[in-house]
T-cell receptor
């Protein structure tokens, strides 16, 4: 979905390097999420943000940090990358409110840590 | 959060109706049931969501019995392009928990 973009789409890095994955959205949604997906498994939530001033840890936040620079931008950082962080990373957005919460996913970033 | 159980894989042929059942015995009162579809190397895509009874949209139907302990996603007349992984998610609307999903393979 072009409304949610992720950069880079592919990245190869070395152990110990700091890396940032970026997510931008034009949907005007307040809520943004970062997930990772390992081969053959479902997505796991890393961090989520309900608005610019609200950041929450998800299921697997250790080794990651995030920054919500604006309503439209949500970045994920790996402070010191390690090989088991090799995965497919997805950003998602959703509107606020309790009645409807379809999450819209970006195309993903394939990260390889050597 | 409610745990879901769904078949690991299913096979079908073009033109058939496919029903994927998800078990969620511990569903809470405020939980919704949501289904997503994922193609290889793409982000999941929302299919349908419901709370109780039956919901239908242009691509699928969702059947939820009165006790809400299970749900069935129905895909009418599948095509080869419906080959994908289908996830059943149950929980508060703001926090989706993905399991391993059901791999549906549609053959000619």
């Amino acid at each position: 979905d072009a409304d949610v973009t992720q950069t880079p789409r592919n990245r190869i890095t070395k152990t110990g390097k700091r890396i940032m994955l970026e997510c931008s959205q034009t949907k005007g949604h307040d809520r943004m999420y970062w997930y990772r997906q390992d081969p053959g498994l479902g997505l796991r939530l890393i961090y989520y943000s309900f608005d610019v001033k609200d950041i929450n840890k998800g299921e697997i936040s250790d080794g990651y940090s995030v920054s919500r620079q604006a309503q439209a931008k949500f970045s994920l950082s790996l402070e010191s990358a390690i090989p088991n962080q090799t995965a497919l990373y997805f950003c998602a957005t959703s509107p606020s409110g309790d009645l409807y919460n379809e999450q819209f996913f970006g195309p993903g970033t394939r990260l390889t840590v050597l | 959060l409610a745990k879901t159980t769904q078949p690991i894989s299913m096979d079908s042929y073009e033109g058939q109706e496919v029903n994927i059942t998800c078990s969620h015995n511990n569903i809470a009162t405020n939980d919704y049931i949501t289904w997503y579809q994922q193609f290889p190397s793409q982000g999941p895509r929302f299919i349908i969501q419901g709370y109780k009874t039956k919901v239908t949209n242009e691509v699928a139907s969702l059947f939820i019995p009165a006790d809400r302990k299970s749900s069935t996603l129905s895909l009418p007349r599948v095509s080869l392009s419906d080959t994908a992984v289908y996830y059943c998610l149950v929980g508060p609307l703001w926090k989706l928990v993905f399991g391993t999903g059901t791999r549906l393979l549609v053959s000619p």
